[in-house]
């Protein structure tokens, strides 16, 4: 019978990490996308050409998008 693994403080802290939560993000818009574009098309596209497709189109934006919306939240939060 197998015991509850109890979280070990080494992945709390990686889970937890602004690294992790960029990566979680970053793979629900591919998500997203490989979802919008298998409806396009008919047919499920894959991950792999999802993920390829997506960082060739949209990354960069996605990028910018996001830490301009997290610089505006922390200049609100400091005008508090």
Not at 67 to 78: F, G, M, P
Request: hydrophobic share 30%; charged share 45%; no cysteine.
């Amino acid at each position: 019978m197998n015991k509850p693994r109890k979280d070990r403080p080494e992945e709390d802290f990686i889970k937890q990490s602004s690294l992790y939560q960029e990566f979680l993000a970053e793979r629900e818009e591919i998500l997203k996308y490989k979802w919008l574009e298998s409806e396009k098309v008919g047919y499920d596209i894959g991950f792999e050409r999802a993920l390829l497709d997506w960082i060739r189109k949209y990354r960069d934006t996605w990028r910018e998008n996001r830490r301009a919306s997290a610089q505006r939240a922390e200049r609100k939060e400091q005008n508090r």
